[in-house]
């Protein structure tokens, strides 16, 4: 969780804090509006081919010689006598590997989310968020519903009906990473993906 209290936390920050706890995703939730009141459902976004090619601009500007080194607490880095080339194909191969990834994870909520709520769209769309930029694990975000639909609003403003969406998630959440893990060890500590 990135904050203990109803405070604004850029969303560069949002992803250092889950970068420094070594998450193995980034889950954003939020609601959404529209200026049709009618407009309702749930939908999910992930990281879009256009904000991977804008993000490995920005990197290799920015520092090329620490995209990548060798392997430390589960980050990936290489020496700097590496070919520049090399570094950015590699990059571009990470950020479309946590693409994948988030893709999974998003189908897998989804899966949950249409048992509990109507879907605004039925499958995964791909946006440039900010929040979703990082190649160092998969990101989605959520919008769980429309607070400018009057019956969506009130259904988002009751306590159970949020454990019930917030239960949707985590079942989603769970079934990706048990689906997909390569030690079905890691079943036993799930605690660790959360």
């Not at 200026?35 to 990281?47: E, R, T």
């Not at 694990?137 to 259904?155: D, T, V």
Request: proline share 2%; net charge positive; hydrophobic share 35%.
């Amino acid at each position: 969780m990135t904050r203990k209290k109803n405070n604004y936390i850029s969303i560069s920050k949002r992803t250092k804090i889950a970068k420094k706890n070594n998450v193995n995703a980034l889950i954003s939730i939020h609601t959404n509006s529209s200026k049709n009141s009618k407009m309702s459902g749930s939908s999910i976004w992930l990281l879009s081919k256009q904000r991977i090619n804008s993000e490995i601009v920005h990197w290799s500007k920015k520092n090329i010689n620490d995209i990548i080194k060798f392997k430390k607490n589960r980050q990936y880095f290489f020496k700097k006598n590496i070919d520049p080339y090399l570094k950015l194909a590699l990059l571009d191969f990470k950020f479309n590997y946590v693409q994948k990834l988030g893709y999974m994870l998003a189908k897998n909520v989804i899966r949950e989310l249409k048992n509990v709520n109507s879907l605004y769209q039925s499958h995964p769309k791909h946006a440039n968020f900010g929040i979703l930029k990082s190649p160092n694990f998969p990101s989605i975000l959520i919008e769980i519903g429309f607070i400018s639909n009057k019956l969506e609003e009130k259904k988002l403003n009751n306590k159970s009906y949020q454990k019930i969406i917030v239960n949707s998630i985590y079942c989603g959440i769970k079934k990706h990473f048990f689906n997909n893990s390569v030690d079905k060890r890691s079943k036993n500590n799930l605690e660790i993906y959360y």
